[in-house]
């Protein structure tokens, strides 16, 4: 018999084990998260959809920008906003990964190459956009290439204080595989980038608690409060506008 059959079923149980363990880790003692009613009209906002279209006007400072989704999340997701920034004349990306589903270093080194491909097409820094984890991913690949990006916005992404200060842990942990204090990747989301960073949250949001997503004065440069549900973030007509005008603030 081919030995790696059993080796692989192995392999296969013992990561179902692994997921099985991380889902029955218990929330943090004093860790905050939106309650319950709050995540519940996530689920009913899921139905709502037929967002009015926000009125565009050209950019001030047109430019190359990529748009990062959040965990689960497919970039058609962030169509909307896309569709109206391309209007407003910017250069409009997707991440070219697809699904998201979590870090990995293959996926990161990816993304790393990609930014600074588009970089150097365009003679200029990129604009990241990143709606939840897609925003860490925005944080963390301005840190550590700042000559590439020219801000990152980020969208309900919890990038400061606990890392389980979500709804959301639990269900990131089983698909990942890893827990959310230790990422397979060498990174540090609480650190702010030294490029612009605009945090955009939300006191409705039923995923990331409020202060995970607004952070503290030296996690970010600004903070812009939009009553918009943690879903709304990809669609939600004033978030693109909010979006649409932090592009065009001159640092």
Known sequence: MNGSAPRQIGMMRSAIARRAALAREPHPEGVRRPSLRLFLAELASLRRGGWKAPTVEKALHPQPVMLLPGFGAHP??????????????????????????????????FLMRRVGALARQHRRPVALVGWSLGGLFSREIARREPDCVSKVITMGTPFSGDPRANNAWRAYQVVTGHSVNAP???????????????????????????????????????AVAIRCSHLGFSSDPRVIAEVLRQLDVEE
Request: one cysteine or more; aromatic letters at 8%.
């Open 76 to 109: 058609n997701r962030m169509k909307p906003m896309a569709e109206a920034l391309a209007e407003a004349g910017h250069e409009v990306y997707d991440w070219g990964l697809g699904l998201n589903l979590g870090p990995n270093p293959q996926n990161f080194t």
């Open 184 to 222: 397979p990747i060498d990174c540090d989301f609480t650190v702010k980038p030294t490029v612009p960073t605009i945090a955009l949250w939300s006191p409705r949001d039923g995923v990331i608690h409020p202060r995970s997503a607004c952070g503290w004065p030296g996690e970010r440069d600004r």
